[in-house]
């Protein structure tokens, strides 16, 4: 929480693992440029709560724990790469997160991923490949939208080739406005 930084510009491209990297850094504003060869992103903008503007994501990262959890000026997401695997509260307490596009298939934990994105609406296509199996005594999809979709006037229309798509939106809130579209 005594990061001074305000725009990251460049990292050298040999970065692998970014984990914790940035993590309360509250004064981050954009992100131009990742590293090519990051792998772990993990807890990395956490608690960046002034973040409103991410590059893309490397393609060849793979761990996204948590990696924008408590971005709360976060408002649309960065593309997700197909090599992502683990998006466990990834853009969990993102409130002001309105857009993702799309989840890719390689992912298999969306344990609270978007646990608290009360703004979250449009369209998102999910073809992660949960199948309701045990992590860490939850649910891979467990608290995946809790909490999320609830502002006054929004809707989320979810589809996609996950198997599981009606289980995933099941596990919102009742007032939740999400629904899916096959």
Known sequence: RYCNIINIEYLPNSIENMQGAFYGCEKLKTVSKLPENVKNLSWTFRGCTSLVDVCD????????????????????????????????????????LTTVKRIPSNVNNLINTFNNCTNLQGELKIDANVTGQMIDGQKDYQGCFWQACTAEGIQLKISGNCAILDEIVGSANSDSNISVSK
């Open 57 to 96: 994501i490397p393609n060849n990262t793979t761990n996204l724990e948590a990696t924008f959890f408590e971005c709360s000026n976060l408002i649309i997401a960065p593309n997700i790469p197909e090599s992502a695997t683990n998006m466990h509260a990834t853009f969990s307490m993102c409130t002001s």
